[in-house]
Nanobody, 129 residues
């Protein structure tokens, strides 16, 4: 069983920055997919970013809406990921959920939440002046 603990949400002004972190408890996985989804009020959950790894090979992926502004990273030793969010906009306001799949997803499966095995409880990010 894997549990995900998220941290780092909060209130930030437009143009500001926040870093979200997600640590996975339990055993480490040589292969896996870990990422972030978000859900704004009245909207469907959407993919934000993810990192896939298999052995020493790692790939990072971003939705078009955050590409160039968000940066995902993985800390193998801590079994965790983080996302540095810069140039935040009001439309980034949402509850952000960490998700984990205990295998390396193929690219076409990356965007769908149902392909992930474990989820965090979510952390609120509010971008407002």
């Amino acid at each position: 069983q894997v549990q995900l603990a998220e941290s780092g949400g909060g209130l930030v002004q437009p143009g500001g920055s926040l870093t979200l972190s997600c640590e996975a408890s339990g055993r480490t996985f040589s292969d896996g997919t870990m990422g972030w989804f978000r859900q704004a009020p009245g909207k469907e959950r959407e993919f934000v970013t993810a990192i896939r790894w298999s052995g020493g090979n790692t790939q990072k992926h971003y939705s078009d809406s955050v590409k160039g502004r968000f940066t995902i990273a993985r800390d193998k030793a801590k079994n965790s990921i983080s996302v540095q969010m810069n140039s935040l906009k009001s439309e980034d306001t949402a509850v952000y959920y960490c998700a984990f799949r205990t295998s390396r997803l193929i690219l076409s499966s990356l965007w769908a939440g149902e392909n992930y095995d474990y989820w965090g409880q979510g952390t609120q990010v509010t971008v407002s002046s």
